[in-house]
Every structure is written in structure tokens, then in C-alpha cells.
């Protein structure tokens, strides 16, 4: 991706940490927009976003969360997902705003994707960014673990954490297995073309390929989810929000997404049928219902 058209460099955050930050210039922009990751992703995964996201008219920023992508790892295993707390990936999102923010002049647009997406809302609720509009793509806004069984699993995460445990992988995950990928029922694209380039992206650069989390991420996530939820709670003055939700998705909770968009002020909801969890990775025709979304909310009437 590192070309006439873009640039990818590290910048260190203020604990010392090296951060992977892309940008790429649109021809003639009137908009910058700054790209959040869900967890795994990578720079490389959103070449063809960032190629659509020039071509109308918008400068693109993006970042790789720390412990994934081409960014500094947090263990020593670096397939772990591992974060101490998300008020960490928000001091990072805050950082990487002001880094880039003497670079454009314009509207400034947040568009977030599952985890990035929840970073992005944290962030905004919390004042500690001011975007002028955001765009929010299947926002991790809860898990779909419900009853008994979340509860279980919440005092397991606390628990393992307690005693030193936490950097183990949440049971049934583990590393990633090249060899082990099938397309048939995965839970993200129901597009096979896109759903091999991802994992094509992967093979040429096996330096970003994560594996599951771990108890300590699961802990952490959990934590903040109770603090968005407090938040959004509290009637926050926000920006306009987009709120694309894919109702095929069983990776995130879609009655959670449903709610939140309800309970905040200036929020539109677009519900996308038959989309699985990466609506920027699903078929021509769910991906063009994204985008007719898009292009009405930041050019309003």
C-alpha cells in the first residue's frame, strides 16, 4: 500500500509504544476521513475502502490499534489480542487525532468498524475527540452473550485475570492456521472473492495475522461496554452518527446497536439485511446499500 498514492510510516505514542499510521490523499479532498479498525484488521484489509473513500473526495488516515496489525504487539506470543484496558486505544485514537490534525482542514469524519467502532463512541461520549460527523459499521457495541452464560463468563475473565491468567486465549481460540480457514459458515462475508483476499493480504504479510483473544482482552471489553453503556445512558450531546448495522451478524449484538442509536440524540440507523459482520467485505449489492447510506449522511441536503 505504500506507494505514489499513500504513505505508511511508524510514529511513537507518548508510553513509547510504535504506532503504524497510513495516509492517503484524494486528488482533490474536501473531507478527511480517519479509519478505525475492528480487532485483527490491518491497513492492508481496507485497500479497496480507501481507494472508494479517495474517489469521493476524501483524505484517508488510518492507524493499526496497537497489538495488531504492523504496530508493536503486547505479549510475546504476538497472535494474541491482548489490551489492558480500551481506555488505552482511546488515549491512542486521542493521540493520533491531534498528530494528524494541523494536516487538513475540513470536515473531519470518524468511521468506525466493531471494535473501532466502540473505541470511536467511548471517545466521542467521553469529550475527549470533537469529529464532525461518524460513521459506525456493525459497532462492537455488547456481545451477544446474554443470561447465566454471561455471567459465567464475565466472573471467568475477572477470575483468570485476578490470578495472573489473563493473558491466556479465551477458550475455543488460539492461534491463526492458514490451513484451517473455510469459507463455508464464517460469521464475516457472505462474498468469497473478499473473503479470500483478505486472507490472501494475510499470506503476503504474515506480520499482521492475529489470533483469538485473550481473557484479559475479554475482561477489558466487557468493562468498557458497561462504561458505553453508561454513557450513552446519560443524554451525551454527540455529532450526527451513522449507525450501519448488519442483521446477519453473530459476532456482535445487533439489539444492543438497536438501542444504542435509539437512546442517542442525533443518531440514523440503516439496517442492512443479510449482511454478516464486515459489511465492507460482503457482496456488491449489501456493500452498495453502505455506500448510498454514506453518501446521503455526510452530503446532506
Known sequence: MNGPDGSIRLETAPDGTRLRIG??????????????????????????????????SCDVWSMDWRGQGLSDRMLANPQKGHIDDF???????????????PAH??????????????????????????PDRVVLTAPMIDLPISGRRRSAIE?????LLWTGLGRRYVFGTADYVPAQVRFDDNPLTGDRRRFDAIHAAMAAAPGVVMGGP??????????SIGKLSALAGAAPATCPILMCTAQADPVVS????????????????????????????????????????????????
Open 23 to 56: 495516509h492517503w490523499p484524494a486528488a482533490s479532498a474536501s473531507r478527511r476521513v480517519i479509519l478505525c479498525h475492528g480487532r485483527t484488521e490491518f491497513l492492508e484489509k481496507y485497500r479497496e475502502v480507501i481507494g472508494e473513500l479517495n474517489n469521493r
Open 87 to 101: 481506555s488505552t486505544y482511546i488515549d491512542d485514537l486521542t493521540w493520533f487525532m491531534n498528530l494528524i490534525r
Open 105 to 130: 482542514e475540513g470536515e473531519t469524519i470518524l468511521l468506525g468498524h466493531s471494535m473501532g467502532g466502540h473505541i470511536v463512541l467511548r471517545a466521542l461520549l467521553e469529550g475527549r475527540i470533537a
Open 155 to 159: 466472573s471467568l475473565s475477572r477470575f
Open 214 to 223: 485473550t481473557f484479559g482482552w475479554l475482561d477489558a471489553a466487557f468493562r
Open 254 to 301: 445487533v439489539a444492543a446497536q438497536n438501542a444504542l442509536s435509539d437512546a442517542l440524540p442525533d443518531s440514523t440507523q440503516e439496517l442492512l439485511e443479510d449482511a454478516r459482520h464486515e459489511i465492507f467485505h460482503e457482496s456488491d449489492a449489501i456493500r452498495d446499500r453502505f455506500w448510498k447510506s454514506f453518501d446521503r449522511f455526510i452530503s446532506p441536503p
